[in-house]
T-cell receptor, first 114, second 112 residues
Framework: DSGVTQTPKHLITATGQRVTLRCSPRSGDLSVYWYQQSLDQGLQFLIQYYNGEERAKGNILERFSAQQFPDLHSELNLSSLELGDSALYFC?????????????FGSGTRLTVV | EDQVTQSPEALRLQEGESSSLNCSYTVSGLRGLFWYRQDPGKGPEFLFTLYSAGEEKEKERLKATLTKKESFLHITAPKPEDSATYLCAVQFDQTGANNLFFGTGTRLTVIP
């Protein structure tokens, strides 16, 4: 157990639907990162939050949004889902985001869009 | 354009057969280079951070090295349990951000 908790582990939904993925960071970690991993593209950075504020954005689609709550857990919202959104979605956390901190990853949510 | 490239994409080794994985990068202002191990269906597991050219770090059968343009992950006398995908990632100077950019990984299979 890495200390980063992601729920649900698996999610199957239809095209056009909306889902919410949840992440609880490791105790004491203020930064949360979301990544998408598909078979052909590897780990793609989506977005980072630090202590409730958005810190950086990567290749995140406009249909996707995220937030980090006062208790530091984070949610990734995916809407108008398409078949191509099927992937593993990972959350990671780190302390203050210092260099060399090395993220701690959760075990991921596998999203299948049918 | 900033880029991280890993080679080979896949590698099959006999148990005990040593080899190296490569990670080349073209980023400005490297702050750290990271190696992770990922087992199928699991999240990446942190292995090493390297900060500057010439630095080396070791953990069991793994040794990571860094030059100004690339990093190597040397695997000495691998065992079947070393089978996994090995990911390289870089962190570089970005205003207000410290996210990692990952390569696509090397899938290592160690045959008994």
């Amino acid at each position: 157990d890495s200390g980063v908790t992601q729920t649900p582990k698996h999610l199957i939904t239809a095209t056009g639907q909306r889902v919410t993925l949840r992440c609880s960071p490791r105790s004491g970690d203020l930064s949360v990162y979301w990544y998408q991993q598909s078979l052909d593209q590897g780990l793609q950075f989506l977005i980072q939050y630090y202590n409730g504020e958005e810190r950086a954005k990567g290749n995140i689609l406009e249909r996707f949004s995220a937030q980090q709550f006062p208790d530091l857990h984070s949610e990734l919202n995916l809407s108008s889902l398409e078949l191509g959104d099927s992937a593993l979605y990972f959350c990671a956390s780190s302390r203050q985001g210092a260099v060399g901190e090395g993220y701690t990853f959760g075990s991921g949510t596998r999203l299948t869009v049918v | 354009e900033d880029q991280v490239t890993q080679s080979p994409e896949a590698l099959r080794l006999q148990e005990g057969e040593s080899s190296s994985l490569n990670c080349s990068y073209t980023v400005s202002g490297l702050r750290g280079l990271f190696w992770y191990r990922q087992d199928p269906g699991k999240g990446p597991e942190f292995l090493f951070t390297l900060y500057s050219a010439g630095e080396e770090k070791e953990k069991e059968r793994l040794k990571a090295t860094l030059t100004k343009k690339e990093s190597f992950l040397h695997i000495t006398a691998p065992k079947p349990e070393d089978s996994a995908t090995y990911l390289c990632a870089v962190q570089f100077d970005q205003t207000g951000a410290n996210n990692l950019f990952f390569g696509t990984g090397t899938r290592l299979t160690v045959i008994p």
